[in-house]
């Protein structure tokens, strides 16, 4: 055999090899494949679409919790009725409820069904859901007001073993669990529980990942998840925790029970933040957002690493440089006629939605999350067209709009 017809055969033998190990790999591959529209497994996005649920499903509070001294701020822990697993969820999204609340403890009588969103307050857990609900009082400045509707019906009236109607998890202001860049997680008030549930995630699932929170809040009782915080702060050493109180009590102690007096500002954080880049999760009350997410957009923060929710983001105001095209003030103001109402008002652009433009002038209209995510706000469109900044998580039917998410492109008739 000469040594060219040699070499030939084992070439010829090695590419066999290989044909007979790829045709292997194949097979098994494709043996493995999980049917079609079953998830692949390591894929949280897949997981979730495939278990997630559309409409209401039925949860039974198993534990009910007080986050903080006051008792202000409850806890809720929610087990499906069905036993199905439930999806995961991505830190920072929120759930909504359906609810049916009392009028008083002594009036049988019921109001209609309401629709309300609370943020999820842990990382995503197969067993259970939990939900961190502050009971609001009637204004300081307006105390015959009434206090808030959902809120208190929760705290009184919700107990173990009831069950509530509750939609799938949803949200666009969540963390970005792809990357591994540092954080800065500023939460006012009750808006520390999706703070919580990132805070958590990370702390699972990238333990490596530096986490810088700020925590703004009047003083020690209304302190929410102090231990834990305290627990998680000692014990990681990427956890950096700063606690602003803005009115201490006689017995709070600078350097035990907070770090600071008085508001989260950015002054603050330029003082504390190591320089470097960050990615920015805000969530508080309206008059904070307000200041400090502009005051990060100024200071030089990339707009697209600044992620807020302000108990309705529509709230914040961007300066005007950084806003949709549609949100920009319009030369010739629109006409928005409100048929239920009979009222019609010019659009000049002034409000940054639909919803804010419809209370501002005294329309009623039911809303819930504010941010596109539940369809409270859905309402028939007779006539004209709108816009979304950004596709909202709720897909509205046809014809119909969410105007808490929605600015008009042509003159408009609602069916509010």
Same mark, same amino acid.
């Given at each position: 055999?000469?040594?060219?017809?040699?070499?030939?055969?084992?070439?010829?033998?090695?590419?066999?090899?290989?044909?007979?190990?790829?045709?292997?790999?194949?097979?098994?591959?494709?043996?493995?494949?999980?049917?079609?529209?079953?998830?692949?497994? /390591?894929?949280?996005?897949?997981?979730?679409?495939?278990?997630?649920?559309?409409?209401?499903?039925?949860?039974?509070?198993?534990?009910?919790?007080?986050?903080?001294?006051?008792?202000?701020?409850?806890?809720?822990? !929610?087990?499906?009725?069905?036993?199905?697993?439930?999806?995961?969820?991505?830190?920072?999204?929120?759930?909504?409820?359906?609810?049916?609340?009392?009028?008083?403890?002594?009036?049988?009588?019921?109001?209609?069904?309401?629709?309300?969103?609370?943020?999820?307050?842990?990382?995503?857990?197969?067993?259970?859901?939990?939900?961190?609900?502050?009971?609001?009082?009637?204004?300081?400045?307006?105390?015959?007001?009434?206090?808030?509707?959902?809120?208190?019906?929760?705290?009184?009236?919700?107990?173990?073993?009831?069950?509530?109607?509750?939609?799938?998890?949803?949200?666009?202001?969540?963390?970005?669990?792809?990357?591994?860049?540092?954080?800065?997680?500023?939460? /006012?008030?009750?808006?520390?529980?999706?703070?919580?549930?990132?805070?958590?995630?990370?702390?699972?699932? %990238?333990? /490596?990942?530096?986490?810088?929170?700020?925590?703004?809040?009047?003083?020690?009782?209304?302190?929410?998840?102090?231990?834990?915080?305290?627990?998680?702060?000692?014990?990681?050493?990427?956890?950096?925790?700063?606690?602003?109180?803005? %009115?201490?009590?006689?017995?709070?102690?600078? @350097?035990?029970?907070?770090?600071?007096?008085?508001?989260?500002?950015?002054?603050?954080?330029?003082?504390?933040?190591?320089?470097?880049?960050?990615?920015?999760?805000?969530?508080?009350?309206?008059?904070?957002?307000?200041?400090?997410?502009?005051? !990060?957009?100024?200071?030089?923060?990339?707009? %697209?690493?600044?992620?807020?929710?302000?108990? @309705?983001?529509?709230?914040?105001?961007?300066?005007?440089?950084?806003?949709?095209?549609?949100?920009? !003030?319009?030369?010739?103001?629109?006409?928005?006629?409100?048929?239920?109402?009979?009222?019609?008002?010019?659009?000049?652009?002034?409000?940054?939605?639909?919803?804010?433009?419809?209370?501002?002038?005294?329309?009623?209209?039911?809303? @819930?999350?504010?941010?596109?995510?539940?369809?409270?706000?859905?309402?028939?469109?007779?006539? @004209?067209?709108?816009?979304?900044?950004?596709?909202?998580?709720?897909?509205?039917?046809?014809?119909?709009? !969410?105007?808490?998410?929605?600015?008009?492109?042509?003159?408009?008739?609602?069916?509010?």
């Amino acid at each position: 055999m000469t040594a060219t017809l040699l070499l030939a055969n084992i070439l010829a033998a090695m590419l066999l090899q290989l044909l007979v190990l790829a045709g292997v790999a194949m097979w098994r591959r494709a043996s493995s494949t999980p049917a079609t529209g079953s998830p692949v497994p /390591g894929d949280p996005v897949a997981a979730t679409r495939s278990l997630a649920w559309s409409g209401t499903r039925d949860f039974r509070v198993v534990r009910r919790e007080y986050e903080d001294p006051a008792g202000s701020q409850c806890s809720f822990y !929610l087990t499906p009725v069905d036993g199905a697993e439930l999806p995961p969820f991505k830190p920072g999204q929120f759930l909504t409820f359906q609810l049916q609340p009392t009028v008083a403890d002594d009036v049988p009588q019921r109001q209609r069904p309401i629709t309300r969103c609370y943020s999820l307050s842990d990382q995503p857990d197969p067993r259970h859901y939990r939900i961190t609900i502050k009971r609001v009082p009637p204004p300081a400045s307006q105390p015959g007001l009434p206090a808030g509707l959902s809120s208190n019906h929760c705290h009184d009236h919700v107990q173990v073993g009831d069950v509530l109607q509750v939609k799938a998890p949803s949200g666009h202001f969540h963390l970005d669990v792809a990357s591994l860049a540092p954080v800065v997680l500023v939460g /006012g008030g009750i808006g520390i529980t999706p703070m919580m549930s990132m805070l958590r995630w990370c702390q699972a699932e %990238q333990p /490596g990942r530096t986490v810088h929170l700020f925590y703004g809040l009047r003083n020690s009782a209304e302190h929410a998840f102090k231990q834990t915080l305290e627990q998680l702060a000692s014990t990681h050493s990427q956890v950096h925790l700063n606690v602003v109180y803005s %009115q201490p009590g006689p017995d709070d102690v600078l @350097g035990r029970d907070y770090q600071h007096t008085g508001h989260i500002t950015v002054a603050l954080l330029r003082q504390q933040l190591p320089l470097g880049a960050y990615q920015f999760y805000v969530c508080g009350p309206a008059p904070m957002m307000e200041a400090l997410v502009p005051e !990060l957009l100024a200071w030089g923060v990339p707009q %697209q690493d600044v992620h807020f929710e302000a108990f @309705g983001p529509a709230s914040v105001r961007l300066p005007v440089a950084s806003m949709p095209p549609a949100a920009i !003030l319009t030369s010739t103001p629109l006409e928005v006629r409100f048929a239920r109402s009979g009222r019609t008002l010019p659009w000049d652009g002034q409000q940054s939605n639909l919803l804010d433009f419809a209370e501002r002038h005294g329309v009623a209209v039911d809303s @819930g999350c504010r941010s596109g995510g539940c369809g409270s706000c859905e309402t028939r469109l007779r006539k @004209g067209t709108v816009s979304y900044a950004s596709a909202p998580d709720h897909d509205p039917a046809p014809g119909h709009c !969410l105007l808490c998410v929605a600015t008009p492109t042509s003159d408009l008739e609602l069916e509010a």
